[in-house]
């Protein structure tokens, strides 16, 4: 029998049901020695069996050697728990209303850990308030599917939008890593992403590389590979691999900017990160200025406002690492 899959649970030391990415986030919040593994149990409490939470406390390193941090139901769920209920419809059959293709990304997407099929892009909120679930304790009712607004910018919402829909890019990318990486490629370009307020896009679409342009057709994601020039206090430099129109493309975040919310913590532990041979940085639309160096060299600057619009993944350089362990031998 296949284990249940959860995508919130809640955490006794912090009081409060949260997606894993948000768990990764508080966990490296505190100083290092303060760290120490959470304790979970399921998000329903009427249910409330031991939940594991499995590769959140470790940074995500990139390529093949990336792992999705997710929830495990180690022990059965309580008859009528939530996540049987959500499993169950996840697993049916193919429905008389369902579409081959819908059925086909149905299946794809449950062999993922997380099950992210809607995104909000909105940056203009203040308090950096997420909108995943983190906050629900005591499962509420949503609509149903039938009953939902099709637009989907109302209060009203398909049943368990309140878990798959996110504001989190980290969340987000972390899908994109896992589905790239685990799924067939029909399967991987068959995934669909609702952006709030801009309508349905395939998720490879939605999240492409600077190769492919600075500026995206559905004000999504881009991303590429980047060395760390310079720290500056918490603020720093990066420079990307690839080149816009033969101009350098760089990145610069600010130490103001990383002090505002909980994720720069996170940010600074990956830039920390010794033997690095790249960072792959996920952009959510930046703005983009051109300019000229002190020396009259054009370069092309990306910009961010605020941290939920980047997510940095790290690749060790394993050449070094054999060269050390040799020179130890």
């Given at each position: 029998?296949?284990?249940?899959?959860?995508?919130?649970?809640?955490?006794?030391?912090?009081?409060?049901?949260?997606?894993?990415?948000?768990?990764?986030?508080?966990?490296?919040?505190?100083?290092?020695?303060?760290?120490?593994?959470?304790?979970?149990?399921?998000?329903?409490?009427?249910?409330?069996?031991?939940?594991?939470?499995?590769?959140?406390?470790?940074?995500?390193?990139?390529?093949?050697?990336?792992?999705?941090?997710?929830?495990?139901?180690?022990?059965?769920?309580?008859?009528?728990?939530?996540?049987?209920?959500?499993?169950?419809?996840?697993?049916?059959?193919?429905?008389?209303?369902?579409?081959?293709?819908?059925?086909?990304?149905?299946?794809?997407?449950?062999?993922?850990?997380?099950a992210?099929?809607c995104?909000?892009?909105?940056?203009?909120?203040?308090?950096?308030?997420?909108?995943?679930?983190?906050?629900?304790?005591?499962?509420?009712?949503?609509?149903?599917?039938?009953?939902?607004?099709?637009?989907?910018?109302?209060?009203?919402?398909?049943?368990?939008?309140?878990y798959?829909?996110t504001?989190?890019?980290?969340?987000?990318?972390?899908?994109?890593?896992?589905?790239?990486?685990?799924?067939?490629?029909?399967?991987?370009?068959?995934?669909?992403?609702?952006?709030?307020?801009?309508?349905?896009?395939?998720l490879?679409?939605?999240?492409?590389?600077?190769?492919?342009?600075?500026?995206?057709?559905?004000?999504?994601?881009?991303?590429?590979g980047?060395t760390?020039?310079?720290?500056?206090?918490?603020?720093?430099?990066?420079?990307?691999?690839?080149?816009?129109?033969?101009?350098?493309?760089?990145?610069?975040?600010?130490?103001?900017?990383?002090?505002?919310?909980?994720?720069?913590?996170?940010?600074?532990?990956?830039?920390?990160?010794?033997?690095v041979?790249?960072?792959?940085?996920?952009?959510?639309?930046?703005g983009?200025?051109?300019?000229?160096?002190?020396?009259?060299?054009?370069?092309?600057?990306?910009?961010?406002?605020?941290?939920?619009?980047?997510?940095?993944?790290?690749?060790?350089d394993?050449s070094?690492?054999?060269?050390?362990?040799?020179?130890?031998?």
């Open positions: 029998m296949p284990k249940t899959k959860v995508l919130f649970a809640y955490c006794l030391e912090l009081d409060r049901c949260l997606s894993i990415d948000e768990a990764r986030t508080e966990y490296f919040s505190r100083k290092p020695e303060q760290r120490k593994r959470f304790t979970f149990s399921c998000s329903d409490r009427n249910c409330n069996v031991t939940i594991s939470g499995v590769n959140y406390h470790v940074k995500a390193e990139d390529g093949e050697k990336f792992k999705a941090a997710h929830f495990r139901s180690p022990q059965p769920h309580a008859f009528g728990c939530e996540w049987i209920a959500f499993n169950e419809d996840a697993d049916q059959e193919r429905r008389p209303s369902e579409s081959e293709a819908d059925f086909t990304e149905r299946k794809a997407r449950q062999k993922l850990t997380d992210i099929n995104f909000d892009p909105t940056l203009n909120d203040p308090h950096e308030k997420p909108a995943d679930a983190e906050h629900l304790v005591v499962p509420t009712r949503v609509k149903t599917p039938v009953e939902a607004d099709e637009t989907g910018d109302a209060a009203a919402e398909p049943r368990w939008s309140r798959t829909r504001n989190q890019l980290q969340r987000l990318i972390d899908t994109w890593q896992e589905a790239r990486k685990t799924l067939p490629q029909d399967e991987f370009k068959a995934l669909r992403l609702k952006i709030i307020h801009h309508g349905q896009v395939y490879h679409q939605y999240v492409r590389h600077i190769q492919r342009g600075l500026l995206h057709p559905h004000a999504g994601v881009i991303y590429g980047a760390l020039v310079h720290r500056y206090g918490r603020g720093f430099l990066m420079n990307f691999f690839d080149k816009h129109e033969e101009k350098p493309v760089r990145l610069y975040v600010s130490k103001d900017l990383m002090a505002q919310g909980r994720f720069g913590h996170y940010i600074d532990d990956i830039l920390a990160t010794e033997n041979r790249y960072f792959r940085v996920f952009l959510l639309n930046p983009v200025l051109e300019r000229e160096t002190s020396t009259g060299q054009a370069v092309i600057n990306l910009e961010i406002s605020t941290l939920r619009q980047l997510a940095i993944y790290y690749e060790l394993a070094r690492k054999e060269n050390e362990a040799s020179t130890d031998a």
